[in-house]
C-alpha cells in the first residue's frame, strides 16, 4: 500500500473527446507526476507538478495538462483523444523534488481505453 | 532515451537468489539508481534505490560497482509471487525546462519468471 491513488481505475471514451484522470498523492508529498504507459512499454513521463505549478515536462502534446491542487492531488486531462492515447496512466508521489534519493511510489493506475 | 540496459528475461528457481543486472555507465555523479517491479497490470512497486553505497531493505539488496557504471539487484530468496517486470532506473535531474525537476526514465525492463 503506496498512500497513492487513482481514480478512475478504468474508463472507455470515444475519439475526439476530453478525459479527467486524479490522483491523490501520499500524504504530505507535494510533488505528483504523471506517465504514460503503454502496453508491453515501460512508462514514460508525461509531467510533474511541485506547489500546483508544472515542473517539469516530457515529449507530450499540450491536449496533455495537468492541475494541483493545494492539497496536492493533482489531475491529468487529455483533450481531443486519439487511439493511440490508450494507454495506463499512471501517478507518483514524492516530497521535493529538489531532494534527490527521496523515495517515490506510484499508484495503481488508470486504464484508458479510446475507441 | 533509457539510460540503463537490462537483459529481456531471466530465470530463477524458487528458494534461490535472483540475481538482476543493470548497466548505466552514462550515470552521472549525483544520479540515483531507483529499482521498481511491475506485476501485469498493477502500478510499479518501489523496491530501492541508491547511490554510491550499498543498500539492503526488507525486500532487496543493490549492489553498485565503485564506478558506478552498473548494479545488480539480489532477491535473497525468490519466490513465485516475485514473477514480475524489473525496472533499474537512473533518476534524471534538472528535466527539460525545470530547474527542480526530475524523471524516472524507464526503459523495457527484464522479465523475471519464478519457477517451482
Known amino acids: 500500500e503506496t498512500g497513492v491513488t487513482q481514480s478512475p481505475t478504468h474508463l472507455i471514451k470515444t475519439r475526439g473527446q476530453q478525459v479527467t484522470l486524479r490522483c491523490s498523492s501520499q500524504?504530505?508529498?507535494?510533488?505528483v507526476s504523471w506517465y504514460q504507459q503503454a502496453l508491453g512499454q515501460g512508462p514514460q513521463f508525461i509531467f510533474q507538478?511541485?506547489?500546483?505549478?508544472?515542473?517539469g515536462r516530457g515529449n507530450f502534446p499540450p491536449r496533455f495538462s495537468g492541475l494541483q491542487f493545494p492539497n496536492y492531488s493533482s489531475e491529468l486531462n487529455v483533450n481531443a483523444l486519439e487511439l493511440d492515447d490508450s494507454a495506463l496512466y499512471l501517478c507518483?508521489?514524492?516530497?521535493?523534488?529538489?531532494?534527490?534519493?527521496?523515495?517515490?511510489?506510484f499508484g495503481e493506475g488508470s486504464w484508458l481505453t479510446v475507441v | 532515451d533509457a539510460k540503463t540496459t537490462q537483459p529481456t528475461s531471466m530465470d530463477c528457481a524458487e528458494g534461490r537468489a535472483a540475481n538482476l543486472p543493470c548497466n548505466h555507465s552514462?550515470?552521472?555523479?549525483?544520479?540515483?539508481v531507483y529499482w521498481y517491479r511491475q506485476i501485469h497490470s498493477q502500478g510499479p512497486q518501489y523496491i530501492i534505490h541508491?547511490?554510491?553505497n550499498n543498500e539492503t531493505n526488507e525486500m532487496a539488496s543493490l549492489i553498485i560497482t565503485e564506478d558506478r557504471k552498473s548494479s545488480t539487484l539480489i532477491l535473497p530468496h525468490a519466490t513465485l509471487r516475485d514473477t514480475a517486470v524489473y525496472y533499474c532506473?537512473?533518476?534524471?535531474?534538472?528535466?527539460?525546462?525545470?530547474?527542480?525537476?526530475?524523471?524516472?526514465?524507464f526503459g523495457k525492463g527484464t522479465s523475471l519468471l519464478v519457477t517451482p
Open positions: 507538478y511541485y506547489r500546483e505549478e508544472e515542473n
Open positions: 541508491g547511490l554510491k
Open positions: 552514462t550515470i552521472s555523479g549525483n544520479e540515483y
Open positions: 500524504s504530505g508529498h507535494n510533488t
Open positions: 507518483a508521489s514524492s516530497l521535493d523534488p529538489g531532494a534527490a534519493g527521496n523515495t517515490i511510489y
Open positions: 532506473i537512473v533518476r534524471v535531474e534538472g528535466w527539460p525546462n525545470s530547474n527542480s525537476g526530475y524523471a524516472l526514465n
